[in-house]
């Protein structure tokens, strides 16, 4: 299917999944045209344009029409768990309508391959997840995620257009956002964190893992409507896991131990449940379509990947 005299246009470019899946596909010389809300461009890519300009079908037409692959991965993430009515109509608007747009004109433009980055939130946000269970999309992001599946499926059914609908669990590596982000800062102040010895379960993805498999969807000479759930190998507690941010940033964590109905009772006085819960609790992915289907394997254990973090910086 895929020709490199062919053009991936990857959306959400100056994002940090995008940033590092452009560097990975320049290195792979793959030929790229890279969008997104921020004027800072993509070295090596083929063309870099501003989101803000790409209104109308014919520019949407001009940009596509050498193409054969579209990676969307821009959207507004989920950070804000009490969404005013404002916050909701505009992540509806950009994480819904404009993906859906953007396939339609991909049908409209002969493109072969749509590939969707969605979240194992869509899945639920703890426990066992898998494609063989019933989705449970908790919160205003995770449901807009789900919405695009949904839609995204019937305008590739409808059209034979090859879509691929990717689940990754939370993505971490330098400069990731997000959860991560917020444990990096808390680390870097020293804050005390209360979770010794808690012997959760959690599975996350290095963005080393998370390219590698997008390169892998790309690459990939046939296939039809699939989803797939990704992640790391490794299944690591949050303690442990935070103590790999910390040596990564050559800091002693400051662990302690509290019961967990304690903390439980206090996150909820503090509207903190949600993201205790994040923390606590066990989240394990099931993979084993991406292994059958694509033959993956995450190529690097979660060890490597924090080895080779300060490889990639600019």
Same mark, same amino acid.
């Given at each position: 299917?895929?020709?490199?005299?062919?053009?991936?246009?990857?959306?959400?470019?100056?994002?940090?999944?995008?940033?590092?899946?452009?560097?990975?596909?320049?290195?792979?010389?793959?030929?790229?045209?890279?969008?997104?809300?921020?004027?800072?461009?993509?070295?090596?890519?083929?063309?870099?344009?501003?989101?803000?300009?790409?209104?109308?079908?014919?520019?949407?037409?001009?940009?596509?029409?050498?193409?054969?692959?579209?990676?969307?991965?821009?959207?507004?993430?989920?950070?804000?768990?009490?969404?005013?009515?404002?916050?909701?109509?505009?992540?509806?608007?950009?994480?819904?309508?404009?993906?859906?747009?953007?396939?339609?004109?991909?049908?409209?433009?002969?493109?072969?391959?749509?590939?969707?980055?969605?979240?194992?939130?869509?899945?639920?946000?703890?426990?066992?997840?898998?494609?063989?269970?019933?989705?449970?999309?908790?919160?205003?992001?995770?449901?807009?995620?789900?919405?695009?599946?949904?839609?995204?499926?019937?305008?590739?059914?409808?059209?034979?257009?090859?879509?691929? +609908?990717?689940?990754?669990?939370?993505?971490?590596? $330098? *400069?990731?956002?997000?959860?991560? =982000? /917020?444990?990096?800062? %808390? @680390?870097?102040?020293?804050?005390?964190?209360?979770?010794?010895?808690?012997?959760?379960?959690?599975?996350?993805?290095?963005?080393?893992?998370?390219?590698?498999?997008?390169?892998?969807?790309?690459?990939?000479?046939? +296939?039809?409507?699939?989803?797939?759930?990704?992640? $790391? *190998?490794?299944?690591?507690?949050? =303690? /442990?896991?935070?103590? %790999? @941010?910390?040596?990564?940033?050559?800091?002693?964590?400051?662990?302690?131990?509290?019961?967990?109905?304690?903390?439980?009772?206090?996150?909820?006085?503090?509207?903190?449940?949600?993201?205790?819960?994040?923390?606590?609790?066990?989240?394990?992915?099931?993979?084993?379509?991406?292994?059958?289907?694509?033959?993956?394997?995450?190529?690097?254990?979660?060890?490597?990947?924090?080895?080779?973090?300060?490889?990639?910086?600019?």
């Amino acid at each position: 299917m895929f020709s490199k005299k062919n053009h991936i246009l990857v959306t959400g470019a100056n994002g940090f999944i995008g940033r590092n899946l452009s560097k990975f596909l320049l290195q792979k010389q793959l030929n790229l045209i890279t969008v997104s809300r921020h004027e800072k461009s993509i070295d090596g890519a083929h063309k870099h344009v501003l989101r803000s300009v790409i209104k109308s079908e014919k520019d949407w037409s001009s940009l596509l029409k050498n193409c054969s692959t579209i990676i969307h991965l821009s959207g507004i993430a989920h950070r804000n768990e009490t969404p005013t009515e404002d916050f909701e109509e505009q992540i509806y608007n950009v994480n819904v309508n404009q993906t859906l747009q953007l396939a339609r004109m991909a049908v409209k433009n002969n493109i072969k391959r749509f590939i969707f980055l969605s979240s194992i939130a869509v899945s639920g946000q703890s426990g066992f997840l898998s494609l063989k269970k019933k989705d449970n999309p908790d919160g205003i992001y995770a449901k807009t995620k789900k919405k695009n599946e949904k839609e995204l499926i019937k305008i590739a059914k409808k059209n034979k257009l090859e879509l691929i +609908i990717i689940r990754p669990p939370m993505v971490y590596g $330098d *400069e990731a956002k997000g959860n991560y =982000e /917020k444990l990096v800062k %808390l @680390i870097k102040y020293n804050m005390p964190f209360p979770f010794k010895n808690i012997k959760n379960k959690k599975q996350f993805i290095s963005i080393y893992n998370l390219i590698d498999f997008i390169y892998e969807c790309i690459m990939l000479k046939k +296939i039809n409507i699939q989803k797939f759930l990704v992640a $790391d *190998e490794d299944i690591i507690s949050t =303690e /442990k896991f935070i103590n %790999l @941010i910390a040596k990564k940033l050559g800091k002693t964590p400051i662990m302690f131990y509290v019961n967990v109905n304690i903390l439980i009772f206090f996150a909820k006085i503090l509207n903190k449940k949600n993201e205790l819960d994040k923390l606590t609790s066990n989240l394990e992915v099931d993979v084993s379509k991406a292994k059958k289907i694509l033959n993956w394997r995450p190529p690097y254990t979660i060890f490597e990947s924090f080895e080779k973090m300060n490889e990639w910086k600019d």
